[in-house]
């Protein structure tokens, strides 16, 4: 199934991305585009389109193929109600296409919850992993993204999740951004008189051993700050402190940004200055704009899931199908594959 | 010792604030001037100036007067050193002339540790009231300021903890900002899959049940967003998720005003934007300015207890010092006993 195109003095292998194009808040009007965009743009990439045969199959593209599926998880769906009453969503079709081998990597914009739980269901967990987690990067000062994860998969983490979490972070950095020895930091508070939990205390023992055996390149204790100063690479942390972190950062930026708007259109001055300043608001506004590190990795299953902001327009989709195509282009599976297995003392 | 003021025709109670003079990064430097300004202020305000006679003696004011400690907490000092070998220091000497009944407050800008462990050593807890919490105050887009606690001072908490602390918030906000019903919510995850470990779960059964009899306003679960959208008036979590989400929330603001200037100091043309901006960016700044809402309170002790940011300014010391003196003339010991009295049979 897999073929090479040749492109310049660059081989790449084609990758097979399935798409949930019924999910997220906006559904086939910004997926269809947005996977079109992406095909473009990669010679190498082909599309699974699963969704409903009647939306879709105006879509022509001579990399891209609908695959019908009939039902689909809406975005306040119970995990219950699509696990057990929808099996033929587009969401667990593409999981699936995942699973038989028909793509490499499955992407959906669709409710985490049942996403998570339907491709856990699908794919099954690694062997030695046994939570999965959601990895997600973070915008920093140095002009990257920190990965932090996990960011709400699991609410209550033992030591050895946070190692295994170490472990499959660490080989998503390897394949997305090339870097050989990404550096690990656990997260954790600051003030002297508690420095973390017991668990938080004994995963720090655990990084600290898979350091010194090489099988993560790990760093140390790292603050709530430390994610935006990017002092790591990759950030590990239990589900609930990441996911409240997440949206606590998401609050605070958008209170920010509509102060600002309020600022400067509170009279004909303001308004004026904000012209002036616009090229310069407008380049500082791509700089931290979430939109361009939309995708989120299911990490620890049989097999590769990305995740798409509900939210997300064009633009933002197009972000998470790229990632998630360079992802498998970069062999993530291989890479985790290989990392767990060397690890897998330690879990 | 206390004593009345007439001011118009407005009755003031004389308001003794114990000041820890040397701790904080600049120590008397900013600390002195700070008290001196806040003293013109306010008529009905007393402050005792702590520490070395030598350092703090050149001060004169009317309502001011200094009160010798030998030794100082420096701000790496590990909370044993503070605790056994500066038995003088002017952190401890300051709660002293609380527990002693010569002052209504204490303050002080040292290292929180230190503060959290002398103060419940010193003061000792509130009956019914486990662990201390340190509350704080982050800014909202309604203009106003959302409580949020523990910030730090717990890093495992039981539901019944968290019961306690939404109490002690609540009589908090009805100290300093005169709200009759200040609502609470429940820090909580919002994915579907895992709303909340055993302990949030129980917590939330206990928030509404103290909700039904009066004894709290209890809004519900509140996600990291809704701290800045201000949902509710006080947010609770355990100390962990709350240190880490002010440290990440403060990263995430540096990190936009580092990039802000960068963008606006590009070249010639970006500076002439920036400085036809520059009144717009100000009042932003100012709105956001985290100086204006310095001032933690430790809650939970047989006395009050406030601790300013150790890196804090002169200015943004005035503000820890005035909220200090507030919460005393508003009687916050009082509201927080009564509050308690009435809540314990749920605790």
């Known amino acids: 199934m897999r073929r090479c195109v040749l492109l310049g003095r660059l081989r790449f292998v084609t990758t097979i991305v399935a798409v949930d194009c019924m999910g997220g808040d906006f ?11 992406v095909l473009n743009r990669h010679e190498w990439l082909r599309v699974l389109l699963v ?8 879509v022509v ?11 689909v998880v809406a975005m ?3 995990v219950e109600v699509a696990m057990r009453h929808k099996k033929r969503s587009s969401m667990r079709v593409a999981i699936e296409q995942v699973k038989e081998g028909r793509a490499q990597v499955a992407l959906s914009a669709g409710n985490t ?17 046994e ?5 997600y990067p973070l915008p920093n000062v140095k002009g990257g993204a920190t990965t932090v994860l996990d960011l709400g998969a699991n609410v209550d983490c033992t030591e050895r999740h946070l190692l295994q979490f170490a472990v499959l972070g660490s080989a998503l950095d390897m394949a997305l951004k090339s ?12 003030s002297e008189a508690i420095k973390g939990s017991d668990t938080i205390k004994r995963a720090a023992e655990l990084l600290r051993e898979a350091g010194e055996r090489s099988l993560i390149h790990y760093y140390g204790n790292v603050e709530g700050n430390d994610i935006f100063k990017g002092t790591t690479d990759i950030v590990v942390c239990d589900g609930f402190v990441g996911n409240v972190t997440l949206k606590a950062t998401e609050g605070l930026a958008s209170m920010i940004s509509s102060l600002l708007k309020q600022e400067f259109s509170r009279n004909a001055l303001t308004k004026l200055a904000g012209l002036a300043a616009m090229p310069v608001l407008n380049a500082f506004k791509a700089k931290v704009d979430h939109r361009r590190h939309n995708g989120a990795a299911l990490l620890g299953l049989r097999g590769l899931v ?9 633009m933002a989709f197009e972000h998470a199908l790229s990632k998630a195509a360079d992802a498998a282009q970069n062999q993530l599976m291989q890479k985790i594959e290989s990392r767990v297995q060397q690890a897998a003392l330690l879990f």
């Open 27 to 37: 559904g086939p009007s910004v997926t269809v585009p947005a996977c079109l965009e």
């Open 179 to 190: 870097r050989d020895k990404p550096t690990v930091g656990l997260l954790n508070v600051g």
């Open 76 to 78: 306040d769906d119970p």
């Open 61 to 71: 593209h001579p990399r891209a193929e609908v695959v019908h599926a009939e039902e």
């Open 113 to 129: 919850g049942a996403l998570m739980a339907i491709a856990r269901y699908v794919l099954k967990m690694l062997d030695g992993i």
């Open 131 to 135: 939570r999965p987690a959601i990895a």
């Open 306 to 314: 990305f995740k798409s902001h509900g939210s997300a327009d064009q």
């Open 51 to 58: 969704g409903h045969q009647d939306v879709l199959g105006h």
